[in-house]
């Protein structure tokens, strides 16, 4: 297993970085929250899942072990892939996932793409005994830095096309960006450009209350 990629920031896009690591540029999928962390030309270090197979190797990438451990524990679970494992991860984090496991939240599970009522009860089942307790204290999520984007409305289709390969529907994800638009005029205005990651979790967020 590849446990982690270090290496200078090649590029980043909205669902992916590449790293590039003596010479050769390491593509790595990863959520919004750890794309947010990465800035192009600076040294990084992802926690990272090497999923293999019969047409495919694709590297998952994470802001630590935590997030790695839980996506690889996450697909022991019945119907559970790669994909929906990093939704999982995108919309609840490890923390939630413990959380809304221990309480039997269904409705919490079912906010993540690809998972319905019966799949979120399978999960809980699975992997109640298997996952570490929740924290009985909350902490407040660290601001995240700051990535800059062109102010122009190239940031919608990059929004909903992340958003749709989360999983999301086209509707779903249109909804979304109509939601976030009020937030990038407000970047536009007082910044001069649009911080595209920051309105994707913005969206993310949006989707997990509705």
Known sequence: MIAFVRGTVASTA?????????????????????LADLRHGEQAQVATSLVVREDSMTLYGFADEDER?????????????????????????PEGLRRAVADENLVA????????????????????????????????????PAAAAPADADW?????G?????????REAES??????PIAAEQAEGRG??????????????????
């Open 156 to 160: 919608r289709p990059q929004v909903h």
């Open 109 to 144: 599970l079912t906010k993540v793409p690809g998972i319905g009522r019966k799949g979120a009860q399978r999960i809980v089942l699975e992997l109640k005994d298997r996952l570490g307790a929740a924290a009985l204290t909350s902490r407040a999520p660290e601001a995240a």
């Open 176 to 181: 979304a960006v109509v939601a976030v638009v």
């Open 69 to 93: 451990d839980t996506f690889e524990l996450a697909q022991t679970a019945s119907g559970v892939g790669p994909k929906v494992a990093q939704a999982i991860i995108a919309v609840l984090g």
């Open 14 to 34: 909205l669902d992916s970085a590449v790293l590039d690591v003596g010479g050769v540029g390491m593509l790595v999928q990863c959520t919004p929250g750890t």
């Open 193 to 210: 450009s649009v911080d595209v990651s920051e309105l994707l979790r913005a969206a993310l967020r949006t989707l997990s209350k509705a």
């Open 162 to 170: 992340a958003l749709v390969g989360l999983g999301w529907s086209a």
